[in-house]
């Protein structure tokens, strides 16, 4: 098994040629990441509401490969930064509901309101999970922790609308109960440490 050095030279040989090649042509970090969340947008909001499963998950991980290059772009051209990072995670919020709220359409419209239901629970929680680590950091603790975030929840919905749309039956209701589930236990782990991290600051600093 490739080890996590292994893993990205791997990736970085194939990723970085690209991302000069697109700073070449005249584009930037940020332009890149735009244009990845808005076709992620649209294809989610297309596809997935008249069940087409397999071209809108293979549209969105198509354009997912947007979050190595503009990060890539950003460190070959010396533009990292906290405007770039702050773009990028603002910009993942959207593309994720977008992902989900897709996907509870398609339930929904197909007649699947619970698991719609659990869809958007799954989607609320997403959201939730993310403020949490927010709100954690902007009062001076960290909060990475938890057994659902962002990537794990995206890539085993994407997983299951892949198969769904190849015909194995049952397996997007059952990822979406898993997904709510997993995804609200994340924000009961990400409470908990704020709250035991807090416990241990004097009074005026956990204010």
Known sequence: ?????????????????????????????????????????????????????????????????????DGTMARISGRSGPWGAFLDSTLDRVADGAIFGGVVLGLALSGDTLSAAACLLALVGGGVVSYAKARAESIGVECNVGIAERAERVIL???????TGLGVPYVLPVAVWILAGLTWIT?????????????VLPPEDAA
């Open 187 to 199: 924000v009961g782990q990400r409470i908990l440490h704020v709250r035991r991290q807090l416990r």
């Open 1 to 69: 098994m490739l080890n996590n050095a292994a893993a990205r030279r791997a990736v970085s040989g194939i990723v970085d040629p690209v991302a000069k090649g697109l700073l070449r042509i005249g584009l930037s970090p940020d332009a890149v990441t735009l244009i990845g969340t808005v076709a992620t947008c649209v294809a989610a909001l297309w596809f997935f509401p008249r069940q087409q499963w397999v071209a809108g998950t293979l549209v969105i991980a198509a354009f997912v490969v947007a979050d190595l290059l």
């Open 157 to 163: 919905l994407l997983v299951a609308t892949f198969l």
